[in-house]
């Protein structure tokens, strides 16, 4: 069974550092696009950037490029989002998921989602 | 960017009714569009691909069609456990994918 299990809830100070983790099983990890997804409280879906764990070649939105971070760890399949100088505006529920592969980019499998909440 | 515009963004229906969201992307995006049902408190979930794919394990309930600009996601004879928020996402530009606001359908 596909599986992607995300670290837990994360409460921070403003200016401080996070790394969210994005733990793949059930299929070859190094195979598969991971994407991550913002969803501010009462929000839409937003892409931050996608990395491919095989050789760790990376996508970031332009929205989002600068403030967020990716990388892997293939010997652990486990992917992170690195989110730095935190602010309350940060305050959001952070989700990875699979993308489908072979040149589709749709979302397949999806971990249970991070909530950060920001505040001083 | 391109952007994508669902409508509407609130459906009020009712148990057994068939519903139809629409989005439409700011250029063409040929059948790169999906179609995702999130809950409150949970991941979103994939329903459809390639615009008009279901995804396994979806009921054939949903359908969706489009190509170019212009899709919808038709929701036939709807079930309590379809109430949600709906999303459609465009990944033309693998470099910039993006979501389109979401509907939600709620009960009437």
């Known amino acids: 069974e596909v599986q992607l299990v995300q670290s837990g809830e994360e409460v921070k100070r403003p200016g401080e550092s996070l790394k969210i983790s994005c733990q793949g099983s059930g299929y070859r990890f190094g195979d598969y696009w991971i994407g991550w997804v913002r969803q501010m409280p009462g929000k839409g879906l937003e892409w931050l950037g996608t990395i491919y764990p095989g050789d760790s070649e990376t996508r970031y939105s332009p929205s989002f490029q600068g403030q967020v971070t990716l990388s892997v760890d293939k010997s652990v399949n486990t992917a992170y989002l690195h989110l730095n100088s935190l602010r309350a505006s940060d305050t959001a529920r952070y989700f990875c998921?699979?993308?489908?592969?072979?040149?589709?980019?749709?979302?397949?499998?999806w971990g249970q989602g991070t909530l950060v909440t920001v505040s001083s | 960017d391109i952007q994508m515009t669902q409508s509407p963004s609130t459906l009020s229906a009712s148990v057994g009714d068939t519903v139809t969201i629409t989005c439409r992307a700011s250029q063409s995006v040929n059948k790169w569009l999906a179609w995702y049902q999130q809950k409150p408190g949970l991941a979103p979930k994939l329903l459809i691909r390639?615009?008009?794919n279901l995804q396994g394990g979806v009921s054939a309930r949903f359908s969706g069609s489009g190509s170019g600009t212009d899709f919808t996601l038709t929701i036939r004879s709807l079930q309590p456990d379809d109430f949600a928020t709906y999303y459609c996402?465009?990944?033309?530009?693998?470099?910039?994918?993006?979501f389109g606001g979401g509907t939600k359908v709620d009960i009437k």
């Open positions: 996402q465009q990944y033309q530009t693998y470099s910039a994918l993006t």
């Open positions: 998921a699979r993308h489908v592969g072979q040149g589709d980019y749709s979302l397949d499998y």
């Open positions: 390639r615009a008009s």
